[in-house]
């Protein structure tokens, strides 16, 4: 099997797979919360999904997952500086969501934007991979940024549901670059 030729078409799986393990755990996340505030239980939802979604696509993730090796295996060539930077895009808007919970909802669509635009800039870059679809997660969810600044100053929703939002943009950010990775056929 030639993983290099696979590369761009089967990471569809892959974001399609996180756009609904997400998407799922949001929604029963959100009608559970209406009921019982244990957050123990929230946990167990988000594992569950995940675990059903994996059950479900589980030949085509663990093909995606030799891909992901391969990228990682080309991403220990990169220079320290390119590696903090990328970590940093991926990990500090992670970090600044626990000490400032009050943006968490803008920080968690930053930490997957810039993450994802980070990661595809420098695969493209420096080991000429254009992954298109990962440019798709990172834009879209930047831009959802702007989305929920928009709502929450027209006041169509309030501060209270950004998490819930925020997610559901993440999980159709995941599913459009999916959608794409597995329709486009790139060079």
């Known amino acids: 099997m030639n993983i290099e030729n696979n590369?761009?078409?089967?990471?569809?799986?892959?974001?399609?797979f996180i756009s609904l393990s997400v998407f799922s755990a949001?929604?029963?996340?959100?009608?559970?919360?209406?009921?019982?505030?244990?957050?123990?239980?929230?946990?167990?939802?988000?594992?569950?999904?995940?675990f059903i979604y994996f059950i479900i696509f589980k030949s085509k993730i663990i093909h995606s997952l030799y891909i992901i090796r391969n990228r990682i295996?080309?991403?220990?060539?990169w220079s320290p500086i390119i590696k903090l930077i990328n970590g940093l895009c991926w990990a500090?808007?992670?970090?600044?969501g626990a000490i400032i919970p009050s943006y968490h909802e803008y920080l968690i669509l930053a930490g997957i934007g810039l993450g994802n635009l980070s990661t595809f800039i420098i695969f493209m870059i420096n080991n000429?991979?254009?992954?298109?679809?990962?440019?798709?997660?990172?834009?879209?969810?930047?831009?959802?940024?702007?989305?929920?600044?928009?709502?929450?100053?027209?006041?169509?929703i309030t501060k209270s549901s950004?998490?819930?939002l925020a997610r559901i943009l993440i999980s159709v950010a995941y599913g459009i670059g999916g959608i794409y990775s597995s329709i486009v056929k790139t060079e």
């Open 7 to 16: 590369d761009k078409s089967d990471n569809g799986i892959l974001f399609i």
């Open 26 to 50: 949001t929604i029963v996340s959100y009608l559970i919360d209406l009921k019982v505030d244990l957050f123990f239980i929230h946990i167990i939802v988000w594992i569950v999904s995940f």
């Open 73 to 77: 295996r080309k991403s220990t060539g």
């Open 92 to 96: 500090a808007p992670f970090g600044l």
């Open 128 to 156: 000429k991979i254009k992954n298109m679809d990962q440019f798709i997660v990172g834009l879209i969810s930047l831009m959802s940024i702007g989305i929920i600044i928009l709502l929450y100053n027209d006041n169509i």
């Open 162 to 164: 950004g998490d819930f």
